[in-house]
């Protein structure tokens, strides 16, 4: 379903010109989901440090992108922009070039995930300078930003969010949880906590499928019982392991570094609330060990690899679905 933007941030009748900064697993199926469906008048000015990443989503269609030469170019020729980049001192460092020039009545919208105490700094620091803010994080793989089937969560001013909510609905989301009105930070704290439960459930998968191994049940028949019963993420995480693509893959879809960053946010969350979160710090501890073992852009469900060790048995299993 396409979507007709109407109205620029100004409120004139033109069309808004587009910035998305961060070209990675989501940003970049985002970017191209709003390039293709929100029938934007102007090519997306598009940024990303990696250049291969930039020319891979322009080739998608060269006609709607144009490549901005910095962060700055794509700010200064744009009235809304986008970014989603990996962690919070690289938000930050984004949000400090982003204002170190006039970005009067611009919308900056952060699709990020990072601690919501970073999405207040941001949002005073653009509003210094005049400019509007909304957090849009986004739940989702790297398939459903692909094909425009992501959860948005949107947070702000109200008419900032107006603004930016039909560039989610139809385009880059299928479904959208709005906090329109509320404090940007309570979008990045819902996100904080929805991961974690990614997080549970993928050492859960881990623990299940070592048991039915060691036991003699079997994971094909574990495999089985998660399709009939879990349908969705579940049963996906659980192809992942048991095909072996934990440990093949070259380019993971959740980085280990990305995931044991959403565990320590939730975790400092947790702490300056008075208590601990053990599933956390039990998955956070199966990433210890895959990061020693394959480094940070390891796949953060090769902590499947981990609990395997814990058994006794090879991180790699040989066994194909």
Same mark, same amino acid.
């Given at each position: 379903?396409?979507? #007709?933007?109407?109205?620029?941030?100004? @409120? $004139?009748? %033109?069309?808004?010109?587009? !910035?998305?900064?961060?070209? *990675?697993?989501?940003?970049?199926?985002?970017?191209?989901?709003?390039?293709?469906?929100?029938?934007?008048?102007?090519?997306?000015?598009?940024?990303?440090?990696?250049?291969?990443?930039?020319?891979?989503?322009?080739?998608?269609?060269?006609?709607?992108?144009?490549?901005?030469?910095?962060?700055?170019?794509?700010?200064?020729?744009?009235?809304?922009?986008?970014?989603?980049?990996?962690?919070?001192?690289?938000?930050?460092?984004?949000?400090?070039?982003?204002?170190?020039?006039?970005?009067?009545?611009?919308?900056?919208?952060?699709?990020?995930?990072?601690?919501?105490?970073?999405? #207040?700094?941001?949002?005073?620091?653009? @509003? $210094?300078? %005049?400019?509007?803010?909304? !957090?849009?994080?986004?739940? *989702?793989?790297?398939?459903?930003?692909?094909?425009?089937?992501?959860?948005?969560?949107?947070?702000?001013?109200?008419?900032?969010?107006?603004?930016?909510?039909?560039?989610?609905?139809?385009?880059?989301?299928?479904?959208?949880?709005?906090?329109?009105?509320?404090?940007?930070?309570?979008?990045?704290?819902?996100?904080?906590?929805?991961?974690?439960?990614?997080?549970?459930?993928?050492?859960?998968?881990?623990?299940?499928?070592?048991?039915?191994?060691?036991?003699?049940?079997?994971?094909?028949?574990?495999?089985?019982?998660?399709?009939?019963?879990?349908?969705?993420?579940?049963?996906?995480?659980?192809?992942?392991?048991?095909?072996?693509?934990?440990?093949?893959?070259?380019?993971?879809?959740?980085?280990?570094?990305?995931?044991?960053?959403?565990?320590?946010?939730?975790?400092?969350?947790?702490?300056?609330?008075?208590?601990?979160?053990?599933?956390?710090?039990?998955?956070?501890?199966?990433?210890?060990?895959?990061?020693?073992?394959?480094?940070?852009?390891?796949?953060?469900?090769?902590?499947?690899?981990?609990?395997?060790?814990?058994?006794?048995?090879?991180?790699?299993?040989?066994?194909?679905?």
């Amino acid at each position: 379903m396409s979507r #007709t933007i109407t109205n620029d941030i100004n @409120g $004139s009748h %033109s069309l808004p010109r587009i !910035a998305w900064i961060g070209l *990675g697993n989501i940003g970049a199926g985002m970017c191209k989901n709003i390039a293709a469906k929100a029938q934007i008048k102007l090519p997306v000015s598009v940024f990303d440090v990696d250049m291969d990443r930039v020319r891979a989503v322009q080739s998608h269609d060269p006609k709607r992108f144009r490549i901005a030469a910095s962060v700055v170019d794509a700010v200064r020729e744009s009235d809304m922009i986008f970014y989603s980049v990996p962690d919070d001192a690289i938000v930050l460092d984004v949000v400090k070039q982003i204002t170190s020039i006039g970005i009067e009545d611009k919308i900056m919208v952060d699709c990020s995930t990072i601690h919501p105490d970073t999405t #207040t700094k941001e949002d005073a620091m653009i @509003g $210094s300078r %005049s400019g509007k803010f909304v !957090a849009c994080p986004v739940f *989702g793989a790297a398939a459903m930003a692909d094909s425009g089937q992501l959860i948005c969560n949107l947070a702000g001013q109200e008419e900032s969010v107006a603004k930016v909510r039909p560039f989610c609905n139809g385009v880059t989301s299928a479904h959208t949880i709005d906090l329109a009105g509320q404090s940007p930070a309570q979008a990045t704290l819902l996100k904080i906590i929805g991961n974690t439960f990614v997080l549970n459930m993928v050492s859960v998968l881990s623990e299940g499928h070592v048991l039915a191994e060691t036991s003699g049940l079997g994971t094909d028949v574990l495999h089985q019982f998660i399709e009939l019963m879990f349908p969705g993420p579940y049963t996906k995480y659980s192809e992942r392991m048991l095909s072996g693509d934990y440990y093949k893959t070259e380019r993971p879809l959740f980085s280990v570094a990305l995931a044991r960053k959403d565990a320590r946010h939730a975790q400092a969350l947790a702490n300056s609330a008075g208590f601990t979160l053990e599933n956390v710090a039990t998955a956070d501890n199966l990433l210890r060990v895959v990061e020693k073992h394959r480094g940070q852009q390891a796949e953060m469900a090769a902590m499947y690899g981990s609990k395997r060790l814990d058994a006794g048995l090879a991180f790699e299993n040989q066994q194909q679905l």
